[in-house]
């Protein structure tokens, strides 16, 4: 199986790459297009801000590749919200994946949201063998609006799209490789669709 990492200068893909090791697996980190379009699964992560990483999407044509993918993607953090129409960071346009938006949270909450928070109204086989209300890591000061494509829901504040599915594509705004043996267990359901 090959699974390929999106290395575009915006995410902690070391981690991500470690935790799928860890799964008995091995990740390519690669920001050739040949290698993204020939693997198994393909992983697009992100931390940063959002207008930097999508600069660099667009540097290397990734912003065009991605949307044409026909394999399992799976968005992580800022990669799931650059998945969606747009988000209010710097007013940065995304890859139109997810027909939502990235809105930031207000403050009358503690920005960014960090740390352990719940998942609910799972409905997807990214969450088999996950239990309603279970725990997993987030650090974000955006978050997705609910829509159609929400396949899982947090609230902080208001509710909102913790992750998304549309056909192959899937996104989830926590961090599976930071979520402890349930995320492990997100990040395998992932591999093994």
């Known amino acids: 199986m090959k699974i390929v990492i999106i290395d575009y200068g915006a995410g902690n893909i070391k981690s991500i790459q470690f935790a799928i090791n860890r799964l008995g697996f091995t990740a390519t980190l690669s920001n050739k297009i040949e290698d993204i379009v020939s693997a198994d699964k393909v992983i697009f992560p992100g931390v940063g801000e959002a207008s930097f990483a999508m600069k660099n999407l667009i540097n290397s044509g990734l912003d065009k590749l991605i949307p044409t993918l026909k394999q399992p993607v799976l968005g992580i953090c800022l990669g799931m919200q650059l998945m969606c129409v747009a988000t209010e960071e710097n007013s940065t346009k995304g890859l139109g994946i997810f027909n939502t938006h990235v809105k930031r949270f207000s403050n009358n909450v503690k920005v960014p949201q960090m ?20 725990y997993v890591y987030l650090v974000h000061s955006y978050y997705a609006e609910q829509c ?23 996104g989830v705004q926590f961090h599976p490789e930071k979520s402890g043996v349930e995320g492990e267990k997100i990040l395998k359901n992932f591999i093994e669709l």
Request: negative net charge.
């Open 115 to 134: 740390g352990w928070n719940t998942i609910t109204n799972l409905q997807s086989n990214l969450f088999k063998g996950i239990q309603e209300n279970e």
């Open 148 to 170: 159609a494509e929400e396949i899982a829901t947090t609230n902080y504040e208001l509710n909102y799209a913790s992750a998304l599915q549309k056909d192959n594509f899937f």
